[in-house]
């Protein structure tokens, strides 16, 4: 039985239908194809697949469509500007070398916005324990956190 | 050296826009029209007997397009190094992990829920799972027909006489150490694409590091399936990690081929999390017998190991890393008698494969344990033993490694002066401070009969450039260093360069991402290919301008004369005129490099490598003797690289090694019980995240190798393979207590510093 939603996804409202026992993550890479957003376990251990609902960082793999309702959804696609420009964190995680595979990337940067958009100065300590959820094999996160630290209480987020 | 404008500077990684995007297409995003979803079943027990296996039901279900089991395998085929696993086992599983039937369906769910459908019936047998038991007379054959657990595999290294060695020794050690198996945790997940055309040809979408040859591979199997003389192409989507998983061909991609080939569609696999852990090889587990001896000025006088290696089930890349274990146990610092022994052993566990470092880390954790317990018993500082006995430029060690560049000492005094070893060192307050080093191979590694990587270079007439390597880029970097060598040599700027790297239809053949080699070999290919190009480039510039060649350099993409400065052309005039006149050429030029270094001989014995790779890692740890805790208060990575061609990326790799070498210390190990893997889940398998990240330097000791591109040496590996034991060094510095198997958990440090309690106690009663 498939229902009728309405979110905000990136700035633009969208009207999806959707099976209730669908994830959020389910539709944005398998209904809407924005595959930005990564699976990499599942079950919300891992972060990869983290996108910002009202403010807050989400595992999009353990959320329920239906909990969208009405809500502002932002996922990687949504971060660069109109002109194309990279959101500085984004540019941080270049300019740093923060990414290597790149497979928990997308996850990190939503985290990382998240915490940066509620908080301008975060701490060394806050910043590990803003991505203490979002795992990486490639980096040592030690270029991470040095890409995040350029931004917060720098740059525009 | 030093008017380089490309080289050696820290150049933001060419994928990263693509990445932080969300732009980059892994194998989990790619989907191609007509495509069906795989799904394995995997036996139920580590050992048994099927006796019925009915895929009817699974068969009706809508939407499922073909269920195979091993009857529909052709021809026996069995793949890995030793041909001892079919893609579908019937008949009898030997590890949990057996495939045991697999389906396409038009929707991944679907395919799970057929997965739900097969009936089968085992009668579970006794397994063997520890590979002592396993080599005991009498005990239940994994693979009846190989007549011994024990792999017929000739794992023996004699150089000089130990036993006289010994005698002659005035300190000797001997102990046991143990390691544990742990999992790549790539965060993308395994999977692929088969594609059939109409004549049979196979495209494989895939994530391989070895596409040269995962494509002899599947060309084998082909045949085998009864398509014999098809062709294969290899496309690479965007890899979400390697680390060696990707070192090997599995059999969720043979299965995928047969599928393709029953269906007449594409079959995709992906791996949930679950399967991604228990079903993907992992490094193997290890015990190691260790003596080592040293004269009474502490020079090292003999060396002597005895390991036995878990291979598991089947036989991939695993039951070989004993060869790559001989680098350190003979050419780790200067030890002039080495007897080396490893035996592999079949069990009913998973099967072992390759992990970055390739039983380096093995074999490093009980050699520089050993060492630490040989300078207690010498009366030395561990720093001044190693010291002693440290690598040096031009050695020739008894395995027959020429030594080229070596910066072993260098990267011994960074830590000592960053650790500030002589204030901290045994002070026996709960912190304490340890060190370890490592050889790792720095120039290739000659484990095939080639050693190569090929290049292509062809500009455009805007003098625009690209690069066709045979080099896989997983996450490393490699696509920009190759890029950055490229566009030194060209004097164009980085932004002109196209690395294309994903193709086995129009990239040469390279033998692939692994012992730590694209930045020394593939580098070395595109040097050599970009040095062709050059000259080609600048004779018709001379003629064009009425200079001598050697007079002309190419600067930001503008040929220059070097005596008269008034006197330049940019680069796509000069390419233009030659593409379009009467008889015109296109840039182009290819290059293969094969380093020239040697397979060993039947004693074990040769130059593995073009040059090698040093480093020292040092570690101040606390340890909380309540809880057993340790914490790490500094962490110094100090590696010998040669010289760094991109000091950005060449840090993430140290970094990214390092932390990985502190989850193999500290705390990540696979529980096995019964042969089931019991944390195959990142909430249970303690992989470090951000908050384990500790106060870090990596630092970086250029040595200039006159073999390498522009001086530099491999860093794919060393990152991780001293670590267990500099941070197992600092914890016996630190408390007293010595834990000889990994991971070092907070347990086993507590029952230690219990034990040691006790002994102390009793000592001082007696």
């Known amino acids: 039985m498939k229902r009728e939603i309405t979110f905000k996804l990136n700035n633009e409202e969208r009207k999806v239908e959707v099976d209730p026992g669908w994830t959020l993550l389910y539709v944005l890479r398998e209904v809407l194809e924005l595959m930005g957003t990564k699976e990499g376990c599942g079950y919300g251990e891992c972060g990869a697949c983290t996108v910002i609902i009202d403010g807050l960082s989400v595992n999009s793999c353990l959320y329920p469509i239906l909990e969208a309702e009405g809500r502002a959804v932002t996922t990687i696609e949504g971060l660069r500007a109109a002109s194309g420009e990279l959101h500085p964190l984004q540019q941080a995680f270049v300019n740093e070398g923060a990414v290597q595979c790149g497979f928990c990337t997308a996850g990190m940067i939503?985290?990382?916005?998240?915490?940066?958009?509620?908080?301008?100065?975060?701490?060394?300590?806050?910043?590990k324990d803003?991505?203490?959820?979002?795992?990486?094999?490639?980096?040592?996160?030690?270029?991470?956190?040095?890409?995040?630290?350029?931004?917060?209480g720098g740059g525009r987020t | 050296m030093s008017d380089l404008t490309t080289v050696g500077k820290k150049i933001t990684k060419r994928d990263a826009p693509l990445k932080v995007t969300g732009g980059a297409t892994y194998i989990?995003?790619?989907?191609?029209?007509?495509?069906?979803?795989?799904?394995?079943?995997?036996?139920?027990?580590?050992?048994?007997?099927?006796?019925?296996?009915?895929?009817t039901r699974a068969e009706r279900l809508p939407g499922v397009m073909a269920v195979i089991t091993a009857a529909d395998v052709p021809n026996n085929f069995r793949f890995g190094i030793m041909k001892d696993n079919p893609p579908l086992k019937g008949g009898r599983v030997r590890s949990t992990r057996d495939e045991i039937a697999a389906v396409a369906a038009v929707s991944a769910e679907i395919a799970a829920a057929a997965l739900e459908l097969i009936e089968v019936e085992y009668e579970e047998l006794p397994g063997i799972f520890d590979p002592l038991e396993a080599m005991k007379e009498g005990a239940p054959l994994v693979h009846e027909e190989m007549k011994s657990n024990i792999l017929k595999m000739p794992w023996k290294l004699i150089c000089g006489d130990v036993e006289a060695a010994k005698k002659e020794s005035a300190y000797v050690v001997s102990d046991t150490f143990r390691t544990q198996w742990v999992t790549h945790c790539c965060l993308g997940t395994s999977g692929c694409i088969?594609?059939?055309?109409?004549?049979?040809?196979?495209?494989?979408?895939?994530?391989?590091?070895?596409?040269?040859?995962?494509?002899?591979?599947?060309?084998?199997?082909?045949?085998?399936?009864?398509?014999?003389?098809?062709?294969?192409?290899?496309?690479?989507c965007t890899i979400g990690g390697g680390f060696g998983s990707k070192l090997d061909t599995y059999a969720y991609e043979y299965i995928a081929i047969l599928l393709a080939m029953k269906t007449r569609k594409p079959v995709k696999f992906i791996f949930s999390r679950e399967e991604e852990f228990f079903a993907t090889s992992p490094r193997q587990c290890s015990i190691t017998k260790i003596s080592q001896g040293c004269d009474k000025d502490g020079r090292l006088t003999f060396r002597e190991m005895e390991m036995v290696l878990d291979n598991g089930a089947y036989t991939s890349w695993g039951a070989t890393t004993p060869s790559v274990m001989m680098m350190p146990i003979s050419s780790l610092y200067k030890v002039p008698n080495i007897k080396y022994v490893a035996q592999c052993v079949y069990t009913n566990n998973t099967y072992s494969q390759a992990m970055r470092g390739y039983g380096n880390p093995q074999a490093t954790f009980a050699i520089e344990s050993s060492l630490d317990q040989l300078a207690e018993k010498a009366g030395l500082d561990p720093y001044e033993l190693r010291f002693r006995n440290a690598n040096e430029p031009g050695e020739l060690t008894p395995q027959n490694f020429q030594v080229t560049s070596c910066g072993m000492k260098e990267c011994m005094a960074e830590v000592?002066?960053?650790?500030?070893?002589?204030?901290?060192?045994?002070?026996?307050?709960?912190?304490?401070?340890?060190?370890?080093?490592?050889?790792?191979?720095?120039?290739?590694?000659?484990?095939?009969?080639?050693?190569?990587?090929?290049?292509?270079?062809?500009?455009?007439?805007?003098?625009?450039v690209d690069v066709l390597t045979g080099a896989t880029e997983i996450g490393q970097g490699s696509e920009t260093v190759l890029a950055q060598i490229v566009a030194e040599v060209l004097g164009v700027p980085i932004d002109d360069i196209n690395v294309i790297n994903n193709d086995t239809d129009v990239c040469p053949w390279d033998v692939g991402a692994h012992a730590s080699r694209s930045t020394?070999?593939?580098?070395?290919?595109?040097?050599?290919?970009?040095?062709?190009?050059?000259?080609?480039?600048?004779?018709?510039?001379?003629?064009?301008?009425?200079?001598?060649?050697?007079?002309?350099?190419?600067?930001?993409?503008?040929?220059?004369?070097?005596?008269?400065?008034?006197?330049?052309?940019?680069?796509?005039?000069?390419?233009?005129?030659?593409?379009?006149?009467?008889?015109?050429?296109?840039?182009?030029a290819e290059h293969f490099y094969d380093p020239p270094n040697e397979n060993f001989d039947k004693e074990f014995k040769g130059n593995l490598s073009v040059s090698y790779a040093y480093g020292v890692h040092g570690v101040e740890v606390e340890v909380d003797r309540e809880t057993g805790q340790v914490k790490i208060l500094n962490y110094i990575a100090a590696h010998d690289v040669g010289k760094a061609i991109n000091p950005m990326l060449l840090e993430g790799q140290i970094y990214g090694g390092g932390l990985m070498g502190i989850g193999y210390a500290l705390g990540e190990t696979m529980i096995y019980e019964k042969g089931r893997l019991k944390n195959g889940n990142f909430l249970d398998y303690k992989m470090p995240t951000?908050?384990?990240v500790p106060p870090v330097q990596a630092v970086?000791?250029?040595?200039?190798?006159?073999?390498?591109?522009?001086?530099?040496?491999?860093?794919?590996?060393?990152?991780?393979?001293?670590?267990?034991?500099?941070?197992?060094?600092?914890i016996y510095d630190a408390v007293g207590v010595r834990i000889k198997d990994l991971p070092i958990t907070p347990e086993k440090v507590l029952r230690a510093l219990q034990e040691k309690a006790q002994a102390d106690t009793g000592r001082s009663g007696a």
């Open chain 1, 110 to 127: 939503m985290s990382a916005k998240a915490l940066i958009d509620e908080n301008e100065k975060p701490t060394e300590d806050d910043i």
């Open chain 1, 130 to 152: 803003n991505i203490a959820g979002n795992l990486c094999r490639c980096t040592g996160y030690v270029q991470i956190i040095d890409a995040i630290k350029t931004v917060a």
């Open chain 2, 28 to 55: 989990q995003d790619l989907k191609i029209p007509g495509m069906l979803y795989g799904g394995i079943l995997y036996s139920k027990y580590a050992h048994a007997k099927i006796l019925k296996l009915d895929t």
């Open chain 2, 194 to 236: 088969a594609a059939l055309d109409t004549s049979n040809n196979l495209t494989m979408y895939s994530n391989t590091q070895i596409p040269s040859l995962a494509q002899n591979d599947y060309i084998e199997a082909l045949a085998a399936f009864g398509l014999k003389g098809r062709r294969v192409r290899i496309i690479q």
């Open chain 2, 416 to 464: 000592v002066k960053r650790l500030d070893w002589k204030g901290k060192k045994g002070n026996g307050n709960g912190r304490g401070v340890g060190m370890a080093s490592l050889i790792h191979v720095g120039g290739g590694a000659r484990v095939y009969k080639s050693d190569g990587c090929g290049t292509i270079i062809k500009m455009d007439d805007r003098g625009k």
């Open chain 2, 520 to 588: 020394f070999v593939a580098g070395n290919s595109a040097l050599g290919a970009a040095r062709k190009i050059r000259e080609q480039m600048l004779a018709v510039a001379a003629q064009n301008m009425g200079e001598d060649p050697a007079s002309l350099d190419i600067k930001n993409g503008v040929v220059f004369s070097r005596n008269d400065k008034e006197k330049s052309l940019p680069l796509s005039k000069v390419l233009r005129k030659v593409h379009y006149t009467s008889g015109g050429k296109m840039f182009m």
């Open chain 2, 690 to 692: 951000a908050k384990d």
């Open chain 2, 700 to 730: 970086i000791v250029e040595t200039d190798e006159q073999a390498g591109p522009f001086g530099a040496k491999g860093i794919g590996e060393p990152g991780l393979v001293p670590t267990a034991p500099a941070i197992a060094n600092a």
